[in-house]
């Protein structure tokens, strides 16, 4: 049996991918903040599906948590075959509203986190000649639309990027961009989502079903849902300047309130 490790695992997408990958037969590192809930969800897990699922309570916004993942990445006894790079959050607020130092956190987990467990996870795959990453960026990341969206193109190119150079390798690479997703995210950043069209929203087993299938063609960008992929290709076709006005207030109506 092969292992996952998933980060920000016990909601929401995260939470998806790890029903999904134990039902698959995958044995799973679960890391999360919440040690609680890690060992409530380890638990159902073993005992839905008969898999081992491993605890790792972890910060990812600090130096200890993120090496102590590093670490279990790390680990030739026990290693891992795919990482999912799934933990984030959203900060309420637009530039300037937002304290420096949440901005900053945001980076810390949204690239800096996953630049070092990206390393971690593919040096040891390298050496086996097999493994996979899924990164968990946003269609937020092909709009001009704050520290969010740039910290998630920021995932896509650097993803991307990776993918080439370790071409060859054994090892797949992949950027999940999904759109609205009915999880904890927006309640935890305290933005409303009474604005947001029905039709925005993806269910989060069916798109981490589209995005293992796209990670099994060898696709390095996963857009997992026909809706979110015809509104991607319409935003290549406007203009950047157009596009940013066009961001900031679809972004009023539909985004945080």
Not at 1 to 14: D, E, F, K, R, Y
Not at 70 to 91: K, Q
Not at 177 to 205: K, Q, Y
Request: net charge positive.
């Amino acid at each position: 049996m092969t292992t996952a490790l998933i980060t920000g695992s016990t909601a929401g997408i995260g939470a998806a991918f790890a029903r999904r990958l134990a039902a698959d037969g995958h044995n799973l590192v679960l890391v999360a903040r919440d040690a609680e809930r890690l060992r409530l969800q380890a638990a159902e897990l073993h005992d839905r599906h008969n898999i081992e699922a491993e605890v790792l309570a972890a910060d990812l916004s600090e130096e200890a948590g993120v090496a102590a993942v590093e670490a279990r990445l790390s680990d030739t006894r026990h290693p891992v075959e795919l990482l999912v790079n799934n933990a984030g959050f959203g900060n309420k607020g637009a530039f300037l509203d937002v304290p420096l130092a949440d901005e900053l956190t945001m980076l810390k987990v949204h690239c800096e986190a996953v630049l070092r467990l990206t390393a971690a996870a593919t040096a040891r795959m390298r050496k086996r000649g097999r493994g996979a990453v899924v990164n968990v960026a946003s269609v937020a990341a092909f709009v001009p639309r704050g520290t969010y969206g740039a910290s998630k193109a920021w995932v896509v190119q650097f993803t991307q990027g990776a993918a080439r150079d370790l071409a060859g390798s054994g090892i797949r690479l992949m950027a999940l961009c999904p759109g609205f997703v009915r999880t904890e995210f927006h309640e935890r950043a305290g933005m409303g989502t009474d604005n947001i069209p029905s039709w925005m929203w993806l269910d989060a087993d069916k798109l981490v079903a589209a995005a293992m299938g796209d990670l099994a063609r060898g696709r390095t960008v996963s857009i997992p849902d026909p809706r979110y992929k015809t509104l991607m290709g319409l935003v290549k076709l406007v203009p950047r300047s157009v596009l940013s006005g066009l961001s900031s207030r679809t972004g009023r109506r539909y985004g945080p309130n």
